[in-house]
């Protein structure tokens, strides 16, 4: 006969412990996006430019 549900001890284990943290976990954003988010995007605006006044000045290439 097997054991009733609550006379089964109360012990956390260590897999739902590392289950739980894997589900909060993928719950958060990513820091990899964040950086991303965060980047100035200055830089490419004038790298932009850059290329299309070369592109004005040389309209054959």
Avoid: C, Y
């Avoid at 054991?3 to 990899?32: F, M, Q, Y």
């Avoid at 991303?36 to 430019?49: I, P, T």
């Amino acid at each position: 006969m097997t054991k009733h549900v609550l006379d089964r001890p109360k012990t956390r284990s260590d897999g739902r412990l590392l289950r739980a943290t894997r589900i909060e976990k993928a719950d958060k954003p990513n820091l990899a996006t964040l950086a991303l988010q965060r980047r100035n995007r200055a830089r490419l605006h004038g790298q932009r430019m850059k290329s299309f006044a070369n592109l004005a000045r040389n309209p054959q290439t």
